[in-house]
């Protein structure tokens, strides 16, 4: 599977953007998908995942009720909704992928990443 990631940029607190990643190559539908961020000297964060189905996902507290993940099987691109960012957000954003039907919040156990794109939230 090969992960391209789009969407990152510069926006104001309070703001909006649209994080979109797009998959090539094996059966899509058959994977977990999820986002993390890291920022430079630090360890990679997870943000959020959604099952191969669609119908469940899963995110971590701080960005709870801020952002939404979603995805298009038919188009194989998952996509991050944030909202109400805040510069605390600021970071670059990975999507990941693993062959899997299970929820997984843990980096080292995906299989497949994107190259990252730049999210900044200025005050």
């Known amino acids: 599977v090969q992960l391209q990631a789009s969407g990152g940029g510069l926006v104001q607190a309070g703001g909006s953007l649209r994080l979109s990643c797009a998959a090539s190559?094996?059966?899509?539908?058959?994977?977990?998908m999820g986002w993390f961020r890291q920022i430079p000297g630090k360890e990679r964060e997870f943000v959020a995942a959604?099952?191969?189905?669609?119908?469940?996902?899963y995110y971590a507290d701080s960005v709870k009720g801020r952002f939404t993940i979603s995805r298009d099987n038919a188009k194989s691109t998952v996509d991050l909704q944030l909202n109400s960012l805040k510069p605390e957000d600021t970071a670059v954003y990975y999507c990941?992928?693993?062959?899997?039907?299970?929820?997984?919040?843990?980096?080292?156990?995906?299989?497949?990443w994107g190259q990252g794109t730049q999210v900044t939230v200025s005050s």
């Open positions: 190559g094996r059966t899509f539908s058959r994977y977990t």
């Open positions: 959604i099952r191969w189905s669609g119908g469940n996902t």
């Open positions: 990941a992928a693993k062959n899997t039907p299970l929820i997984v919040t843990t980096s080292s156990l995906y299989d497949y």
